[in-house]
């Protein structure tokens, strides 16, 4: 959502700017317009995105979480991705019902063995490298990795700094973009 949290920021700026004096939903409303996941880079925090990800429920806050990222040095069009998705290829799905529950019952465990992105079943095919990053950042200690949205990038979740520098060794090898960072909380409008 690089494009989309771009855009959304430009609406919030533009709204304080011109001291339009919006709300969330009223921005939310006009951002569905530009694209499905702008809505939510309007608000942020942890919701369920339904629709074309532009229906919004908010859930409880997702506890802070170390992560790290890698992106490979290629490009994944979305539209390509969604193009070529088949239901009937996936695999695993993320378990929605338990992601909810895990954030209801602050249960972190279950919440990352909730999760899942169907859009892998496309993206890993085409670009193997991004199965390659999730093995070592497993083999290195991560909790959990996936590959973020439609791709390149792929995260881990870490339960310790020591974690981390060990999945940051581990794909020392390959020719990366990396970052350490944690999920952060909402802020509010």
């Known amino acids: 959502a690089g494009g989309s949290s771009d855009a959304a920021a430009v609406m919030r700026g533009l709204s ?11 921005l939310e409303k006009l951002a569905a317009e530009l694209g ?31 992560l790290v990222l890698a992106k490979p040095k290629l490009e994944v069009a979305t539209g390509w991705v969604y193009g070529n998705f088949r239901q009937q290829k996936v ?9 909810i529950k895990a954030l209801e019952q602050s249960a972190t465990g279950l919440l990352l063995e909730s999760c899942g992105n169907v859009l892998e079943s ?11 990053i999730k093995q070592k950042m497993l083999a290195a200690g991560a ?14 979740v870490a339960e310790k700094k020591e974690i981390t520098e ?20 909402k802020e509010r409008i």
Request: net charge negative.
């Open 16 to 26: 304080r700017l011109w001291q339009l004096g919006l709300t969330a939903p009223e």
């Open 36 to 66: 499905s996941d702008i809505p939510f880079c309007i608000t942020g925090g942890t919701a369920l995105a339904e629709g074309r990800g532009e229906i919004l429920t908010e859930l409880p806050e997702a506890p802070e979480l170390l």
């Open 91 to 99: 695999n695993q799905r993320p378990d929605i019902d338990g992601i």
């Open 122 to 132: 496309v993206t890993i095919p085409a670009h193997p490298v991004i199965a390659e």
């Open 143 to 156: 909790t959990c990795a996936l590959m973020s949205g439609s791709g390149p990038t792929v995260f881990a």
């Open 166 to 185: 060990r999945i940051l060794t581990e794909l020392s090898e390959l020719d990366l973009e990396t970052a350490v960072t944690t999920t952060v909380q």
